[in-house]
């Protein structure tokens, strides 16, 4: 403890200690002090100020993967202590990654699933121009197979950025369900879809697994996509 802070009371010795912690002109021994009086502390803010650390960037990023790995360790240490902080932290923070990796360590493969689950959620019913975020979880979520994702990435086959709508078409591929079908059809087909490396991952989908096109057969023979073809309810590859 340092001696300004036997004249603070806790909340402003726990707020002085984030505002060090996450200070990119900090000495790295300074923020390390922090991370350790937070970590001591164990109260739920200086948990979530220990995790608001993820969310800034060094501009030397060695020095900044280093300080999170650090990080981690001292937060993976909580065990069950750690959860619920972590997926309070995870439905307001920027940068994901490192946080949903901890909860997978400290609660398992389900748990991360279910807060990727929520964060997407809460990224679709959000009205922004911010897609960052929406494509990177969607690309996390290719690995999963639950059948609640496909449902969800549908839904981002209609946002504005083309980046989003190619990440939720592989969340929606990578189910391995005929449920897939439908949406995926209703994408390829659609007229006002620009994306041709979109249509063509689509298409390629349908040739594989020989899918019929018949609800959407009249527009999707009026913008095929390149290299393909139909015969008969399906679309082929002409190669």
């Known amino acids: 403890m340092g001696l300004l802070d036997l004249f603070l009371s806790e909340e402003k010795r726990i707020h002085r200690h984030i505002r060090r912690l996450t200070n990119r002109d900090a000495q790295p021994e300074d923020r390390e002090a922090s991370a350790h009086w937070l970590l001591a502390n164990r109260s739920r803010p200086a948990l979530m100020g220990l995790l608001s650390r993820f969310d800034m960037n060094l501009d030397h990023q060695f020095k900044d993967a280093n300080e999170k790995e650090f990080l981690f360790g001292l937060l993976s240490s ?15 923070c920027k940068q994901f990654a490192n946080p949903l990796r901890l909860l997978e360590d400290l609660a398992g493969r389900q748990a991360a699933v279910d807060s990727a689950f929520e964060m997407l959620e809460i990224e679709y019913a959000k009205d922004d ?111």
Request: hydrophobic share 40%; no cysteine.
């Open 78 to 92: 909580l065990g069950d202590e750690g959860i619920e902080p972590t997926q309070a932290w995870l439905r307001q």
């Open 129 to 239: 121009f911010k897609p960052e975020k929406k494509k990177a979880l969607l690309v996390w979520a290719t690995d999963v197979r639950d059948p609640r994702f496909l449902e969800l990435a549908a839904k981002f086959l209609q946002d504005f950025d083309e980046g989003v709508r190619y990440a939720a078409a592989e969340v929606t591929i990578a189910q391995e369900s005929d449920e897939a079908r439908l949406p995926l059809l209703r994408t390829v087909a659609n007229p006002k879809e620009e994306s041709i490396r979109l249509k063509v991952r689509i298409a390629e989908v349908f040739a594989s697994r020989r899918w019929s096109i018949t609800e959407e057969a009249e527009d999707l023979a009026a913008g095929l996509p390149p290299g393909f073809e139909i015969k008969g309810d399906r679309l082929v590859s002409k190669r």
